[in-house]
């Protein structure tokens, strides 16, 4: 007889782990369900009837239809993501068309820069040579040593008082 009493135990607790396997695999259908629901916005007693079942708390329903609505909001961002990667290629590539010809512009113009500034600076030379050859005539001129004066040569002593004139103003000043 005490035989057959186990043999009952184990009956009934293979009975209770069967009955508990059944009860947790219709919470885990019922949970299921209840996201499915919430997904596709059940009316709100429907809602509750499968959180009960789903054996959930208030609390935690509510707060897996909140993660739940802001999954579908993230859904609805992430159904954009390729017209926006199309956008954003679109955009790259004008961006560098754009950003190449502005390059060869400031190139072009860099170079354009560059030339105009040789040439001043071929100019600048020119014209303080010419400074100085005449500041030397000057002084040929002063010491009498320039037996021809030539046109321009006469100028040079007055475009020098001239000079002298101005520097005295701006000592003035």
Not at 38 to 62: I, V, Y
Request: one cysteine or more; a negative charge; hydrophobic letters at 40%.
């Amino acid at each position: 007889m005490t035989m057959t009493m186990f043999a009952e135990v184990g009956t009934l607790q293979a009975e209770q782990n069967a009955l508990n396997a059944l009860q947790e695999k219709n919470r885990k259908a019922a949970y299921g369900e209840f996201v499915k629901g919430a997904w596709s916005n059940r009316p709100a007693a429907e809602m509750l009837t499968l959180a009960t079942e789903a054996g959930l708390e208030t609390a935690k329903a509510d707060a897996l239809m909140e993660r739940i609505r802001e999954g579908k909001a993230k859904v609805a961002l992430a159904d954009q993501l390729p017209r926006l990667k199309k956008e954003e290629a679109d955009a790259k590539a004008q961006f560098e068309k754009i950003c190449e010809r502005n390059n060869k512009e400031i190139s072009r113009l860099e170079k354009e820069n560059q030339l105009a500034g040789y040439k001043h600076d071929d100019a600048f030379k020119a014209m303080c040579e010419a400074h100085q050859t005449a500041n030397d005539l000057l002084l040929l001129h002063d010491d009498g040593l320039l037996p021809t004066p030539h046109k321009e040569v006469n100028r040079l002593p007055d475009g020098r008082a001239a000079e002298q004139k101005k520097a005295a103003l701006y000592d003035v000043l």
